[in-house]
Every structure is written in C-alpha cells, then in structure tokens.
C-alpha cells in the first residue's frame, strides 16, 4: 500500500494527465462511428473534406462539382490528413480530427491554469470545459467550429498569458498569439484575428500596459508571423479565380468584420443567444448562476476596483478579470452579430471554464460559497428527477411499434440518472466536496457514453 501511495506521488502528473485523457476518450472517441452524419453542414463538410482527398487539390475547396468559396481550406486540410492517415473516407476519421481539436482544448485549458495557479485549478478547469453539452456535441460533428474556437482561445490565452510569465518568454508567447490568430483566419475567416485582438488589446488596457501591445519587438515579428501563414492561401486564390474569389470570400469576411452586423443574413435576436449558451454550459449552468449571485452579493460594489487597481490584485484574481473581459466580449460580439449562435457559444465555454473553474477551487479548497453551491446541485438533481419521469412516461407519446425499441434505453436511462441524483446527493450531505465536482463531472461522461450508445441508434431507427 505504502508503495502505491508513494508511486502515485512520485507520477501525479503523468496520472493526471492520464486520467484527463482517458476521459477525453470517453466524451469525444467513445463509439465515434455508432452513428451517421445527421446534419446537412456535416455531410457539405464531408464531401468537401472528400473531394480535397480524391483531386488532390488542398488550394481551391470543391463541393459537387463547383468551387467552394465560402470557407478557408484548413479544417478541410486535416480532414483529408485524417483520411490519408487511415487510408479510409468514412464518418469515424472524419470526425476524429475535431475530437483531436476538442482534446487539445482541453489540455490546454489545463496546463494553462496549471501555469497561472495550480494543478488543481488547472484540473477543474479543464474538467468544467471537458463536460459541457455543447463542447461535447460539437467534439462529435464534423463542423469548423471546434477547430475554429481552440485557435481563438489559443491566441487569446496566449496573448493574455504574456502578462502573467517572465520577460525571458514574453516574445515568444506574443509571437504564438498572433501565429494562432492567423490559424484561425485560415480556420473559419478574419471575425477569430479580429476579436482575438480586441480581446488582448483590453486585457493590456486593463493591466496599464497597452504601449506594450506596439513594442517592436512583439509586433513586427508578430505580423511578419501572421501573414505568412495567412496570405500565401489568399494571394493564391485570387491568382487562381480572381473577382469570384474576391466577391464570395473576401468581401463577406471584411463585411462581417467591420461594417453592420446587424446585416447578417442568419440573424438571431439578442436575446436567443443566452438560453443557447445556458444550455451549452449544462450541467455547469446552475453554478454559473450560483456565481453570479456571489459576485452580486460580495463584489458588485467593487467591480470598478477589479479594474482601475487590477495591479494590485492578486495573480489569479487578475487571470479571473482578464477572462471576463474574454468572454463579455466574445458574448456581445456574437450575439449582436446575429451569425450562427448555436456553433459560436463554444467559443464562450472557454474563459467561462476558468472563471468556473476559480469559484469551484474556492469551494474546494477553502471551503468558500457552500451554500450557493449545494442548492445549485440540488436544482440539478431536481432536473435529472424531471428527465426521469419524461423517461418513464416516453411510452405515452410513442407509438407502440417504436416503443419496444426504447426499452432498454428506458430503463438504463433511468437507471443512470437515479444513479446520478444519488451520488451527488451523497456527496453534497457527507460534505465530500471533491466527490461533489468529481461526481457531476462523472455523470457527464456516463451521459455522453449512454447517449452515444443507445439513444441515438433509437432516435435514427424513430426517423
């Protein structure tokens, strides 16, 4: 026993990082090919990814036979890696490049958080991001947007990490923020370079540090950078078709950028957008709002303070601020913008994961917003008792030729969220508060497994 105690000391860190990758494997790779392409942008995607295996052609995008102008070639470029890797064009290596990209985004949000407080706050973190519904739906469906926010969150963490590590690295981190801007140019267009510089210009305003943005030292290196992993595809695209390139690529991405976003042809009102990113956030979303109720009660008088003696604050406190502006931001951007809401609130999932991650490390470790905390789980446990009583009363509405397909799923269903509501239960009276995140973010892999495994195949077999 004393030799496993002091193995596991010794390797923590392999261990942990083993753990999260293990779970990684269930939420993201778990029986990736137990379903078919179900949307009709995931089959458009396919057939480009496709189509840039059988020509050959990674430069112009190709979708039934005509050209494709309306996004960047890079997804579809690891798309067809993956199918030359494997030597097989089918749903599963079509979406293991994405659940590569989810995984990343993981593991990044942990070392990260690693680097700015702790292993465990790193860990938290990574968790709260890992169990999230929309992060683990979009991790299964071959679209852009997956790739597209971890190369956002890339450059901006690394553009706001440069205000927490030594002079030794700054450059290089600079020079990281803007080669991942450029990524997510070729990813999905210039609205993730945009906002990704709106965001790090904030955070060194924010910090009284904004002529460091300018110095010569990270900015022309910086952009020499930029443009040549984001020109060279642009300037030869407009080689090769000219003013159709220029009319049904470039002019959308700057109008987008810089003029009326209230245009957009996929306009959603305002207020559309938040239940969406409450319902991508689940099962985090109760304590998300037990967050906000703390802050209003202990720090909305001082909020002002957060910013005009930010210096003073502590390194993690900082950290905190600086993703708040992160996600205000990215939030008002993408919800007055009107575009895609449902694929874009994976993008907010990562700087709210770490100011999750802050408020659940208190609980934690320093015994901090208890009470907030537990009713949010009860009101969590009150809503898987809901999805069990729609479980077992599913047979009403359904036919009885489709019903005898759903029994099992029945009754497993049942079964893990009674199992749920018990556990979590168990842990918030016994006043285990690692069980207490471990437990919730354990039902959220059962979940995902269950979902993947039974409830689809019966959805499929329904339609």
């Not at 942990?16 to 942008?41: D, R, T």
């Not at 992160?326 to 007055?336: D, G, K, Q, R, S």
């Not at 575009?339 to 709210?352: G, K, N, R, S």
């Amino acid at each position: 026993m004393e030799k496993c105690i002091r193995f596991i000391k010794k390797h923590r860190e392999i261990l942990a990082l083993s753990g999260l990758l293990i779970v990684c494997y269930f939420l993201y790779f778990f029986s990736i090919g137990n379903y078919p392409l179900i949307f009709p942008q995931e089959e458009s995607y396919f057939s480009i990814a496709r189509s840039m295996n059988n020509l050959s052609d990674y430069i112009s995008l190709n979708l039934n036979g005509n050209y494709f102008f309306e996004k960047p070639p890079l997804f579809f470029f690891f798309e067809s890696t993956a199918f030359t890797s494997f030597h097989i064009i089918n749903e599963i290596t079509a979406r293991i490049p994405v659940a590569l990209s989810a995984t990343y985004g993981v593991f990044l949000t942990y070392f990260l958080g690693k680097r700015i407080c702790s292993k465990k706050y790193g860990m938290i973190c990574a968790l709260i991001l890992a169990t999230s519904i929309e992060y683990i739906f979009l991790a299964r469906c071959v679209v852009i947007n997956m790739l597209f926010a971890i190369c956002i969150a890339s450059s901006i963490f690394s553009g706001i990490y440069t205000l927490f590590c030594t002079e030794t690295y700054k450059k290089y981190f600079w020079w990281l923020a803007y080669i991942m801007a450029s990524f997510s140019v070729l990813a999905n267009g210039l609205s993730g370079a945009v906002l990704s510089a709106l965001v790090i210009f904030l955070a060194y305003v924010t910090a009284r540090k904004w002529e460091e943005v300018f110095k010569p030292l990270f900015i022309v290196p910086g952009l020499l950078f930029f443009c040549f992993v984001a020109l060279p595809w642009h300037i030869i695209m407009y080689k090769l078709h000219g003013t159709a390139f220029v009319n049904e690529y470039l002019m959308k991405q700057f109008w987008f950028v810089f003029t009326d976003f209230t245009s957009s042809p996929n306009k959603y009102p305002f207020y559309y957008f938040l239940p969406i990113f409450l319902f991508g956030l689940m099962p985090w979303t109760f304590s998300f709002f037990a967050q906000i109720i703390v802050f209003v009660q202990k720090s909305l008088k001082n909020v002002v303070e957060f910013f005009t003696k930010f210096n003073n604050l502590q390194r993690l406190e900082q950290f905190i601020v600086l993703n708040v502006i992160f996600f205000v931001v990215a939030f008002l951007i993408f919800a007055l913008s009107g575009v895609d809401v449902t694929m874009h609130v994976l993008i907010l999932l990562f700087p709210i994961s770490m100011i999750l991650g802050k408020f659940w490390l208190d609980y934690i470790c320093k015994d901090e917003n208890e009470r907030v905390i537990n009713i949010s789980t009860l009101l969590l446990n009150f809503l898987f008792i809901l999805m069990a009583i729609g479980l077992l009363l599913l047979f009403v509405f359904i036919d009885e030729t489709y019903g005898s397909k759903f029994i099992v799923s029945q009754i497993l269903g049942i079964i893990l969220i009674m199992f749920s509501v018990i556990i979590n239960s168990f842990a918030l009276f016994k006043d285990k508060k690692l069980l207490h995140f471990l437990s919730i973010s354990g039902v959220m892999i059962l979940f995902s497994m269950f979902f993947v495994k039974f409830i689809i195949p019966c959805i499929l077999d329904f339609m």
